[in-house]
């Protein structure tokens, strides 16, 4: 028969056990809204990309290349070797390349040609609210200010905190703020 024994528990006796943060699943959607939706999840939603404004004859220019190069206006591409060149010749053309990542979506010429159509903005949503036309009672300051008491005329270098510091612990801003040690009157 077992019974209940308490035992002390020490630190060896301890399993520690990671715990992973789950992440929940989307419903059942289109493969390729969900394998975006895990993209955007795992780098952000600003990816390196060239801006791109499609020009107003872009669908001229991409039917041209493709019956060039031996295609219809509704006919898919058979082999690698014509979908490189037809893409080769949309980048020699117009300076805008598909990426490598949404290569396997151009299947034919009405994917290319919806691609070269749709325009890219490399704006974040901060940038474009910097940029628009704002009420006069609002301003958005992009670079914030850090008090130093060298550099601060406004107030004679006279801070509202005095016996605080400025501690920069960023790499990135440590080269772009220098950080500021309060003289204090007692250790």
């Known amino acids: 028969?077992?019974?209940?024994?308490?035992?002390?528990?020490?630190?060896?006796?301890?399993?520690?056990?990671?715990?992973?943060?789950?992440?929940?699943?989307?419903?059942?959607?289109?493969?390729?809204?969900?394998?975006?939706?895990?993209?955007?999840?795992?780098?952000?939603?600003?990816?390196?990309?060239?801006?791109?404004?499609?020009?107003?004859?872009?669908?001229?220019?991409?039917?041209?290349?493709?019956?060039?190069?031996?295609?219809?206006?509704d006919s898919e591409f058979e082999e690698l070797e014509q979908k490189f060149a037809v893409l080769n010749a949309c980048y020699e053309e117009t300076g805008y390349s598909v990426p490598n990542s949404l290569l396997h979506t151009i299947q034919c010429v009405d994917d290319l040609k919806e691609f070269y159509k749709s325009p890219v903005e490399i704006n974040t949503p901060f940038e474009k609210l910097v940029k628009m036309d704002l009420p006069k009672n609002l301003h958005?300051?992009?670079?914030?200010?850090?008090?130093?008491?060298?550099?601060?005329?406004?107030?004679?270098?006279?801070?509202?905190?005095?016996?605080?510091s400025t501690i920069v612990t960023g790499l990135k801003t440590r080269k772009k703020y220098e950080g500021y040690s309060a003289k204090r009157s007692w250790p």
């Not at 715990?19 to 795992?42: C, G, H, M, W």
Request: overall charge positive.
């Open 1 to 73: 028969m077992l019974r209940n024994v308490l035992l002390p528990i020490t630190r060896s006796s301890l399993q520690i056990v990671p715990a992973r943060n789950v992440q929940k699943k989307l419903p059942k959607v289109d493969k390729k809204i969900q394998a975006a939706a895990e993209s955007l999840a795992a780098r952000g939603f600003l990816r390196p990309n060239k801006p791109w404004d499609p020009p107003v004859n872009i669908e001229e220019t991409i039917l041209k290349i493709c019956t060039d190069n031996g295609l219809k206006v």
């Open 140 to 164: 958005i300051q992009e670079n914030y200010v850090r008090f130093h008491p060298d550099k601060d005329t406004l107030f004679n270098g006279k801070s509202a905190f005095p016996k605080s």
